[in-house]
């Protein structure tokens, strides 16, 4: 017994419509041409360790897929990550933006100025995917649903404010609109088909809920740290540091 | 301070001139073509369950490697087993195997007639590489390096003895002849690199002398259970049952 499946889908978008991570206050500032030239770099630091994670966390669900045309058909998802022989991959393009906006990218790459409070929530993630019931995994994926829209308001938003912002810069969010449908077309008609109670499509729309935090939950770190009045915590970032010489 | 480079491979390939499973009594009733067409039949479920469980252990792996690099190196791992577009994959070649012996393969897929050792054994491994240190988890998988022996022998036995065999059914083992090289050539070079204290080297040799022990259970299982005189425990395999039609 279970709501119909066009009723689930819709409950899933809702979700996104009301928690999305596009209503926070930090990503209008970032679209509308708001933040300081720091801002961007303190997002581009913390959001990379998201980035990097992602594959991880691909790879733990993988993990304990005993399906092998499922473990296929996710596979592409960390190749779309860590690159092929042919394509860089989304890491590397990220740390393309790294370099546009002047920040040193080893720095970068190594995490080591991300906010422990983005570390907290992109690793409860990584282990909310090891640990809990595939359906609930899946679940937490389609966060891309919602994802194209942010990324197409996200190129054009940076394209017209930010000097540093061009195709290669933006390349990993260019991608991003080819890679996402294909992969939440997929995760979403997974979902629907498996979710046949009441109760899973309930832990179903917890899980989506719980992605929708993960990623609220960095935008909020980044505003406490880096808008006035900002509160960097130990060991973050620090605004005008880890610059490529040359830059202002 | 660590014995030498060399030393340590020395060491490390001593422990499959002493533990490997081809020195088991099963492996050598296997090859000789002493085996029953049951007994082969046994083995083909069982080890099914091993080569299932591959491509979730490197994924479990993967899941714990934050380097894109390595995550890179290692993909092809789970490529080599759940197939890509233009290869069918291990798994897929195994199940070629479980028809030649006439075996019903959609109940070899299933895994539910494999031994609870081997399944113990199987599952051992994987949260073994889920849960320890990465250089063991990466020592672990040298196995490999005395595999190719094993495979040519198995091969040319299993020609000369059985009627079932031949290049497609075969065809799980010459591919790993050619996949197993490069795979162990990178993770023994990465472990000669990383054991560079004589306490990591112990923990590698230990941890490559436990896999030996995982591979060796499952041939003892499958003495115990289906050579003479057998001890088939509950819901194990019963030979003569689960075969396509046609097959004695």
Redesign the interface.
């Known amino acids: 017994m279970s709501a119909g499946r066009a009723n689930f889908e819709k409950r899933l978008r809702q979700i996104g419509a009301e928690r999305y991570h596009d209503k926070h206050p930090f990503h209008q500032l970032l679209h509308s041409g708001g933040c300081t030239p720091d801002q961007v770099r303190a997002w581009v630091i913390n959001r990379f360790y998201y980035q990097?994670?992602i594959?991880?966390?691909d790879?733990?669900?993988?993990?304990?897929?005993?399906d092998?045309a499922l473990?296929?058909a996710w596979?592409s998802r960390?190749?779309d990550?860590?690159?092929?022989d042919e394509d860089e991959?989304g890491?590397?393009r990220w740390l393309r933006l790294a370099d546009a906006v002047g920040l040193d990218r080893q720095y970068v790459a190594s995490a080591r100025g991300v906010l422990p409070a983005t570390r907290f929530a992109v690793d409860a993630y990584?282990r909310f995917v090891?640990d809990e019931p595939l359906l609930e995994a899946v679940a937490a994926s389609l966060t891309e649903l919602f994802a194209p829209r942010i990324h197409a308001a996200r190129i054009e938003g940076l394209l017209a404010h930010y000097d540093f912002a061009d195709d290669s810069s933006l390349s990993y969010f260019r991608n991003r609109l080819n890679e996402a449908p294909k992969d939440v077309a997929f995760g979403l008609s997974w979902v629907l088909d498996r979710a046949d109670t009441d109760e899973k499509q309930d832990a179903a729309a917890a899980a989506l809920e719980f992605k929708t935090d993960v990623l609220w939950a960095q935008l909020d770190a980044l505003h406490g740290a880096y808008v006035v009045p900002a509160r960097i915590p130990p060991g973050a970032w620090i605004p005008g540091t880890h610059l490529v010489s040359g830059t202002a």
Do not use: L, N, Y
């Open positions: 990097a994670r594959p991880m966390k790879a733990a669900f993988m993990s304990r897929v005993d092998p473990r296929r596979r960390i190749e990550h860590d690159g092929t991959g890491i590397a990584v090891r």
